[in-house]
């Protein structure tokens, strides 16, 4: 449990955040310029289990992932990951056909310490932090998805100022591929089922 929340890491994990949707809004143009149609790499839904390591500590990790098409060639992410500091719900997060993928891991709020004694604030100036902000601990994770190990590798920076990495693996190595053309128009989105043994 972190005693002393300092907000200056917080606001420079939000900056590195927007930054990164930035990077990967632009990965996703160069993606869509490169081919006359899109292709979605659609991981398989299910359990990923793995582990991550952060200041010499490896522990062990289990993510209840959900994937479905979303704008453009990006599959959207979003689930739950377990491992020894508790739960969080993973949000807004999506992955490219070359593999590349984020999303944001929330704990719950007070999942550091509600209300926080201690804070490292700008004297004299109203914070851009809330208490419940202060008190939740989110990380960015940046993966890169193998759909032919059926794996992900990356590496975690949390508004606590602490990074890590990680690495998980779904079962068999499955991903389902879906070719559409632009000419498509609004016709909706095959959605491709894997199964998990």
């Known amino acids: 449990m972190f005693k002393v929340r300092d907000d200056s890491k917080i606001l420079a994990w939000r900056k590195r955040v927007e930054q990164y949707k930035v990077e990967f809004a632009q990965l996703e143009d160069k993606i869509a310029a490169q081919g006359g149609g899109r292709q979605l790499c659609i991981p398989a839904s299910g359990t990923y289990c793995g582990c991550y390591g952060e200041n010499g500590y490896k522990g062990d990790t289990s993510y209840s992932l959900t994937f479905e098409p979303a704008r453009g060639s990006a599959v959207r992410v979003h689930g739950t990951v377990s491992d020894t500091d508790g739960e969080a719900v993973i949000e807004d997060g999506y992955i490219l056909p070359s593999g590349d993928a984020f999303w944001i891991e929330r704990s719950p709020p007070g999942s550091i310490e509600e209300p926080p004694t201690k ?53 068999p190595p499955v991903a389902s591929i879906v070719s559409m053309t632009e000419g498509m128009g609004s016709a909706s989105i095959p959605m491709a089922v894997a199964e998990v043994e």
Do not use: F
């Open 119 to 171: 804070r490292s604030m700008t004297p004299g100036k109203k914070s851009e932090v809330s208490d419940v902000e202060a008190s939740t601990l989110m990380a960015l994770v940046i993966v890169k998805y193998s759909k032919d190990e059926g794996q992900m590798t990356g590496h975690y920076e949390a508004n606590s100022g602490i990074n890590g990495t990680m690495w998980c693996k779904c079962g």
